[in-house]
């Protein structure tokens, strides 16, 4: 068990409408991460933190915001849901220069 | 090029073969790599760390090789419960948090 917990874990919305998954972690961790995985692609960092309030832009970051008002939870926004962003979202949690420990995962299909 | 390169598979191997993947990187700062596994529908777990020295988990073995950029993992014995994609995980360079997956190499053991 890491600790790491999402919700929704399955979510269908539709096209512009906003969404916010949220991830919740017991570990204390001081990074935590918003990964999305496509086919092709692989996992790609959408937003990090490392810490409270300090977060940061990934690879992908058009289209989503993240906010982290406590250390044990880190929510990703998505400002207005578009059929690109139809994904299955990963958090992770970790700690400076030490491995990464994944949630169960978020899909979400925007129709 | 992309920052990590695997052979994305799949290798179909029988029970009790070895299997050895190769995984590339393009930035020499890199200072972390992982292996992770990842199981259809689910999220990446750690696999192994990977050191300088190369390093052995039971029928698990990490190396990695500086001078070519490059890190391997080997499977001896393989199980029916080996089946999976494999992720090799980079961080983006020196003193950064940040972690660049590759797109995995699928293994699947046949009986």
């Known amino acids: 068990d890491a600790g790491i917990t999402q919700s929704p874990r399955h979510k269908v919305t539709e096209t512009g409408t906003p969404v916010t998954l949220r991830c919740h972690q017991t570990?204390?961790?001081?990074?935590m991460y918003w990964y999305r995985q496509d086919p092709g692609h692989g996992l790609r960092l959408i937003h990090y933190?490392?810490?409270?309030?300090?977060?940061d832009k990934g690879e992908v970051s058009d289209g989503y915001s993240v906010s982290r008002s406590k250390t044990e939870d880190f929510l990703l926004t998505l400002e207005s849901a578009t059929s690109s962003q139809t994904s299955v979202y990963f958090c992770?949690?970790?700690?400076?220069?030490?491995?990464?420990?994944f949630g169960e995962g978020s899909w979400l299909t925007v129709v | 090029r992309k920052e990590v390169e695997q052979d994305p598979g799949p290798f179909n191997v029988p029970e009790g073969a070895t299997v050895a993947f190769n995984c590339t990187y393009s930035n020499s700062a890199s200072q972390s790599f992982f292996w992770y596994r990842q199981d259809c529908r689910k999220e990446p777990k750690l696999l192994m760390s990977?050191?300088?020295s190369g390093n052995e988990d039971g029928r698990f073995t990490a190396q990695l090789n500086r001078a070519s950029q490059y890190i391997s993992l080997l499977i001896r014995d393989s199980k029916l419960s080996d089946s999976a994609t494999y992720l090799c995980v980079v961080n983006k360079g020196r003193n950064t948090d940040k972690l660049i997956f590759g797109t995995g190499t699928r293994l699947q053991v046949f009986p």
């Open positions: 990977v050191y300088s």
């Open positions: 570990e204390n961790h001081r990074y």
């Open positions: 933190s490392y810490g409270v309030k300090d977060t």
């Open positions: 992770a949690g970790g700690d400076f220069g030490n491995t990464i420990y």
